[in-house]
């Protein structure tokens, strides 16, 4: 059993009935969330695939990379992860004697579960000379056995800082790592690793979705299938799609991610109009199931009751935040 199976079973022990308080429906949610975060000296961090709500209420909204900058810097005594598990994990080893609460413990990752750390170990030692690069997108485990740390944000120009001849493994993302390669021209050793939301798209829906707006340009995550890449005028991180949508001169965009940047989208950019890419379901939309078991009431309720709370082995936590600070001192060299 693997350690966040047993941190999952030991607060959910302590936490019981925890999620099950009703709460008065007239209560004012955004309004007992900042009086908590005066009282509690907390912050509320939230990634952008969060519900509206929770965006609008967070103290700071970023993609992972942002979010763990987020995280080392701040002076806050709590903070409130409205993200997934993997995010809060990076949270605590930034700052281990800061307390950091997740709304819903339960708010895993398909991609980090994809990588279990004993598997990945024995397929390290397959390759004993290679350097391990894994996408933040990763169990605390996984951060253990990696020497660099890297985000969809920063994952290219961290690659191209390392000499031409570094042979490199990099986890967990097969479809991350591809599009690297091609635009590196690497030749990195890939984990079978995926993200759920971000294999799920239809090619065939989004041709057809294109012709129907034929001034639409697609934007996609490189977290995509290649087939889906190739379909897309732009390709970037969440902060860049969202930044690209800002400064481009169109009006209108095919969005490749999940939909919970389309909240942000639509803020910068009022006058512009932005279409979920249709998933290979009969779903309209393409949610992430576990980003969205967060919600407001659940943020109130951690915040009040200041649980469930990510704790973490220090030895754990020690040998994980290494290739974490690789990450921020390459950040931070190439202004990212």
Known sequence: MNEVMLETKKINIECKGYLDIELDPEMDLFAQTERLKKEKNAIVLAHYYQEPDIQDVADYIGDSLGLAQKAEATRADMIVFAGVHFMAETAKILNPSKKVVIPDLLAGCSLSDSCPPPMFEQFKKQHPDHLVISYINCSAGIKALSDIICTSSNAQKIVESLSADQKIIFAPDKNLGAYINKVTGRNMVLWNGACMVHEIFSVEKMTKLKIRHPQAKVI??????EPVLRLADFIGSTTQLLKYTVTDGSSEY?????????????????HKTFIPAPPNNSCACNDCPHMKRNTLEKIYLCMEYEVPEITMDEELRIAAKKPIDKMLELSAKFGL
């Open 220 to 225: 996609a995550h490189p977290e995509c299938e």
């Open 254 to 270: 095919i969005v490749a991610t999940e939909t919970g940047i389309l909240h942000q989208m639509m803020k910068s950019s009022p």
